[in-house]
């Protein structure tokens, strides 16, 4: 009991605003070799009548000593964190966060890249688009169904959200005389339903490319390169033969599913290659309404969809994901 009395007095007079003190003052009761766990083991030699009595001061002295550790470790945390900074420089920063940029600009940037490595600039037009340039100076039909309101948001009569970023193509042949190389990223619109393959708002960018003496050969060679820097050397791609109003021949062109390596998934509807692109030879038509001379120059155009494109990339299978801006989702770009 003599002992109990003057450890009380030792924990009740313990100062100190050092960290390691403290550590030692608290190992020096509380551990392995402390005293608290030698008067712990010293109960079992105390007579029977007594031993009750003793068990609480030891255990009251226990609880005491956590109390006075919990104390002084606060007031010297407080202390170091205080207006003169924490003692311990080494201590790592705390982390600085930053935002990231979101998937489809990071596609859309490097779309743009590809094909500004070889000379093409970067052209941009409205989201909110009249009819003329979305559709009739394309060369669709004036009863063509792509006006059809069941595609089309339209804004009051002739006036509309763009289906397509093609109507670009016509205000740069507008504005401009070829030689014309532009890439046009961009922000659509129709009226679909939502699903994990198809968006009411989706991106592409359009690529157009005019001048004397262009042929189907500069298309397909473009579209080699196109490929090779943006997915891969070794994805394969396939042309098909297509239909657009503005070009003529048409082409769509796939390239192998890289989310089940050809095998079939949801993405690719279990065909295992997946349409990313349309493109073609310019119409002569489109090239007369948009006031170039289709007996001098021809030329080629595309019209890449970025959502395909990203999924792809980074093998993302549900395209709402782009759209609900889950921060646990977007967190996973921050490198990039
Ligand atoms: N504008 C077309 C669409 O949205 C895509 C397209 C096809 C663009 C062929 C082109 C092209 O430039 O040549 O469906």
Known sequence: MANLEEF???????????LEEIEQFRSRFLGKKG???????????????ERKDFGQNVNNLKQRVLERYNELKAACEAKQAGPEGPDDLTRP?????????????IVTKRLCDVFRKIGYTVAEGPDIEDDWHNFGALNFAPEHPARDMQDTFFVEPGILLRTHTSPVQSRVMEANKPPIRVVCPG???????????????????????????????DLKQTL???????????????????????????????ISCDICNGKGCNICKGSGWVEILGCGMVDPNVLSLNGIDPEKYSGFAIGIGVERSTQQLFKTKDIRLFFENDIRFLQQFEAL
């Open 187 to 217: 922000r659509v619109f129709r009226n679909e339903a939502i699903t994990a393959r198809a968006h009411c708002i989706f991106h592409q960018v359009e690529i157009l490319c005019v001048d004397e003496g262009i042929s189907f050969a």
């Open 224 to 254: 080699d390169y196109f490929v090779k820097e943006m997915f891969g050397k070794e994805r394969k791609i396939r042309l098909r033969p297509s239909y657009f109003p503005f070009t003529e021949p048409s082409a769509e062109m796939d």
């Open 8 to 18: 009380r007095k030792e924990i009740e007079q313990f100062r100190s605003e050092k």
């Open 35 to 49: 005293f608290l766990i030698a008067l712990f083991d010293e109960i079992r030699n105390i007579p029977p009548a």
């Open 93 to 105: 920063a705390n982390r600085i966060t930053t935002g990231a940029r979101h998937p489809i600009s």
